[in-house]
């Protein structure tokens, strides 16, 4: 249901490429990890392969099969010139079920060198890691026998760069082929070397540099998705109890659908307060009531309480609540850096005024919630950074498809995320039916998500149910697991947004 309402609502190939692949890798590939325990060798050799592929030892039996693995690749001649013999003992094989799916073997030479014979796949297999870890495990084979020359022999110019790129060969000479074997239409062997001492000394060093640099450079699935942080506004200005029942006004009732929030998987509450009509109030009491709650509940959640600029508020009003202390004191607060309009009116925030909140909650030790709804406000932060009015990590919050904000497409926040500055942490809200559409194409490039019923009341795009708090982020957590995201508990948000992990242990960094 959540891939074909995002397609229907936004029709983009990219989206439909993103869900496909999470499903065809989770589901038709069958994928998971397998470790070949090896205390000496480290951790380091951990693969990703076929979850029903193990590798072992050779057995007596297994001859045929090791032969049926090389006749696709012309390497089956068994006995010949080019390979005398097999001997199991110095062979490894790759099984699915009771199938050889892979094999490799080695041989130790008269002057205490080593030499590779035979390594092949079944072509069904290619590309899936077994021909790597086949490699790898004849190699921990002979270097466990204290051999320190390993010589191979290859053909294709594809495996020479494998074996060059994976495990530290180098080319030392060729030698004419004396029958077809392997590629048919090449007629030598170029010879390759590798210095096993230097390559399993090194290869800690190496693995740990590619996954650092595929951490910094490369896209899930193959870099690490950073944990979801999940931010819930609750509550608005605008929903009222009399369009829909489920909108929380009353400080007990948001209290009770923060602490649900937070059971669901948010680690971040984004607060607003009502006076006891429903309409809108920045009375600090009020807040303290609903915050000081949430703390008693759950104490670690975090608190972030809005300035918001609609309803004609004065500075001070607005600021009220960033003097609150002790339990009822805000982790964090919105600021919205520029002024914009709504269907039901304007949200006015002057530079003076976003600078004086912005200085307020430095001097309180909040960090701001940076509420961007196009280009321009990226500037006004990157001013307020440079004039070291905000600074560290910061937490922006990029809200699409309003009335005079970005519109809600890939494009828009493409270009929004790239305009961010430095060590900036992104969040992505859609106003209205846009909500589900920009919480996925959040989730899946990476970034983190805002739901909640401020910004959108509907659980469907067709408008045919009201949806409820709950709902919105128990919908967020079932695509995040879709794309085998992990949910960010409130400790692992507190620590990338750089807050303390209590509310005295608030410090701003500038």
């Not at 951790?43 to 039996?61: C, E, G, H, N």
Request: glycine letters at 8%; one cysteine or more.
């Amino acid at each position: 249901m959540i891939i074909s309402c995002i397609l229907s609502c936004l029709g983009l190939r990219t989206l439909r490429l993103i869900f496909l692949y999470s499903l065809i890798w989770k589901h038709i590939c069958n994928i998971g990890p397998i470790i070949i325990n090896d205390q000496k060798h480290g951790d380091y050799l951990f693969m990703m392969l076929p979850i029903d592929v193990t590798i072992r030892k050779a057995a007596s039996d297994d001859y045929q099969g090791i032969l049926d693995v090389m006749r696709p690749w012309n390497m089956h001649h068994v006995p010949s010139p080019e390979m005398p013999e097999i001997d199991m003992n110095c062979f490894f094989v790759a099984v699915r079920g009771k199938e050889i799916v892979g094999a490799s073997g080695y041989a130790i030479q008269s002057d205490g060198t080593a030499k590779t014979t035979l390594l092949g796949v079944l072509p069904a297999f290619n590309g899936t890691g077994i021909g790597k870890e086949l490699q790898l495990a004849r190699m921990r084979e002979i270097h466990t026998l204290g051999v320190r020359s390993l010589v191979t022999n290859a053909d294709r110019p594809e495996v020479i760069a494998w074996y060059q790129r994976n495990f530290g060969y180098r080319p030392i000479g060729y030698v004419k082929k004396v029958m077809s074997f392997g590629d048919p239409d090449l007629d030598q062997w170029t010879t390759l070397q590798t210095d096993l001492y230097e390559f399993f000394d090194d290869q800690p060093s190496r693995e740990t540099h590619r996954q650092a640099y595929i951490e910094a450079n490369d896209p899930p699935p193959l870099g690490p998705y950073q944990p979801l942080v999940i931010n819930v506004c609750l509550t608005g200005m605008i929903p009222q109890k009399e369009f829909t029942a489920y909108v929380p006004v009353h400080p007990e009732e948001i209290i009770t659908q923060a602490v649900e929030a937070h059971d669901l998987g948010a680690s971040i509450v984004h607060l607003h307060a009502r006076n006891h009509d429903g309409t809108p109030t920045s009375n600090p009491a009020v807040f303290e009531q609903i915050i000081s709650g949430i703390r008693r509940e759950r104490p670690d959640l975090i608190c972030c309480a809005t300035t918001s600029g609609r309803g004609g508020l004065s500075f001070e009003e607005r600021a009220a609540v960033l003097h609150l202390e002790g339990n009822a004191k805000p982790d964090m607060a919105s600021l919205t850096l520029s002024s914009l309009n709504f269907n039901t009116g304007p949200s006015v925030n002057g530079p003076s005024t976003i600078e004086r909140l912005a200085q307020t909650m430095k001097e309180q030790g909040i960090k701001p919630e940076l509420e961007i709804f196009d280009a321009g406000m990226i500037n006004f932060a990157r001013y307020l950074e440079r004039h070291r009015i905000i600074g560290g990590t910061k937490y922006f919050n990029i809200l699409l498809g309003g009335i005079s904000s970005a519109p809600a497409t890939i494009h828009s926040l493409s270009y929004l995320v790239q305009s961010l500055p430095g060590n900036s942490i992104w969040s992505a809200a859609g106003l209205g039916g846009f909500q589900l559409p920009m919480n996925t194409i959040s989730m899946a490039a990476g970034g983190h998500v805002r739901v909640g019923l401020e910004d959108n009341v509907y659980f469907d795009a067709a408008r045919t149910r009201l949806a409820t708090n709950a709902d919105l982020v128990r919908r967020v957590v079932r695509a995040a697991k879709l794309l085998e995201r992990p949910i960010a508990s409130v400790q692992e948000t507190r620590r990338l947004l750089g807050l303390g992990t209590t509310i005295s242990q608030h410090k701003m960094k500038y």
